[in-house]
């Protein structure tokens, strides 16, 4: 129990404060193929359909048509704005013009933690965007020498506030979750566990967590 209790402290978890004067912005940054595109969509559906705040979306990963088409057409299912952005000098007007939106969500391209030029452009993206709210996207079955490399990478490049961790449905090895929040000292927003939209997103719980963690009845 006093174990449970001090994993749960380690997963204390930070809830989005939305609904103020001034949007809050949201980008979410990761490697390729963790899930941004569809987790963004999660928490779009979530937040405008289920909590009823106003939101607005941008991508940024105009790389992948098939990212763009993706988010477009969950923006034309829920009546949200979107807004593409092809350059950091596109980024500010873009997030100018959802100024009466309540949560704004950006969807970034993936970077490799390896090539320093990528990084360097999504550093160039995100201080377009003025927001401290950026969070760390991984996959929870990723290996934990990957895991240690994204951590570093990102933490070192740009400042982030929080995590969100997908895919926990394809593992039943919870380890590098602890592992994640421990490398980056940042806490746990949202994980997913499947493919549905939105009902496969949920807000990150420091017990819950633990109990996964530690194998434990919930």
């Known amino acids: ?42 928490l779009a559906a979530t937040y405008a359909l289920v909590k009823g705040y106003r939101v607005g979306l941008v991508t940024a990963d105009t790389y992948r048509v098939a990212a763009v088409e993706q988010l477009r057409t969950y923006a034309d299912i829920l009546g949200l704005p979107l807004e593409v952005v092809y350059s950091p000098q596109e980024m500010a007007p873009a997030l100018q013009r959802l100024q009466d939106r309540q949560l704004v969500l950006v969807d970034t391209a993936g970077r490799s933690p390896h090539h320093e030029g990528q990084m360097q452009e999504l550093q160039a993206f995100l201080s377009e965007t003025g927001s401290s709210a950026v969070h760390l996207t991984v996959s929870a079955t990723t290996r934990h020498i990957d895991m240690i490399e994204i951590a570093d990478a990102f933490a ?20 590098m979750l602890y592992n994640l929040v421990r490398r980056t000292g940042k806490p746990i927003a949202f994980v997913t566990n499947g493919q549905g939209v939105p009902e496969d997103l949920v807000a990150a719980d420091g017990e819950q967590l633990a109990r996964l963690l530690l194998g434990v009845d919930q």
């Open 1 to 42: 129990r006093h174990l449970l209790a001090l994993l749960a402290d380690h997963f204390a978890t930070a809830p989005w404060v939305v609904g103020t004067d001034t949007p809050l912005v949201v980008p979410l940054v990761g490697p390729t193929g963790v899930g941004k595109t569809t987790t963004v969509a999660k």
């Open 156 to 175: 070192s490049s740009v400042t982030l506030a929080g995590l969100v961790i997908t895919k926990l449905d394809e593992t039943r090895c919870y380890g």
